[in-house]
Structures are given as structure tokens and as C-alpha cells.
């Protein structure tokens, strides 16, 4: 059996991506959106010492910030 090609999905809205396309984005607006998440602090990066330490977490999934 073939190895299947890897395909490449837009980390926003998860979209195929192009080969040929060289960002990690599939549209100016994906990558607008995801950098508006970072600037809202939506995204962090755990830090410290311990198992999760330097993973990135979606606030929404851990129930921090946001809405208290």
C-alpha cells in the first residue's frame, strides 16, 4: 500500500491547503483571525516546570479568562 501524502490544514479554519501555498494559513483572513486570538490572549503558552510545560492551549478549552 502507498503512503498517503500528508495534507496540510489551515490551523483556523481547517481547510486544505495548497502545496504550493507557503504559509500555514489558507487566507489573510485565517491568519487575521488567528493573530487576533494572540493579541485577546484566547492563546497561551503554558510555562514553568512540569508535564505541560512550553504547550500551547486554547483559553476556551480551559475555562480560563474570557467570561468571568
Known sequence: M?????????PV??????ASLRSVFCSD???RIDLSRWLSEEYRIHGGE???????????????????
Open 2 to 10: 502507498a503512503d498517503m501524502p500528508h495534507v496540510r490544514r489551515c
Open 13 to 18: 479554519c481547517h481547510g486544505e491547503l495548497a
Open 29 to 31: 483572513r485565517c491568519r
Open 50 to 68: 512540569g508535564e505541560g510545560e512550553g504547550t500551547l492551549v486554547h483559553s476556551r478549552e480551559t475555562g480560563e479568562g474570557g467570561d468571568s
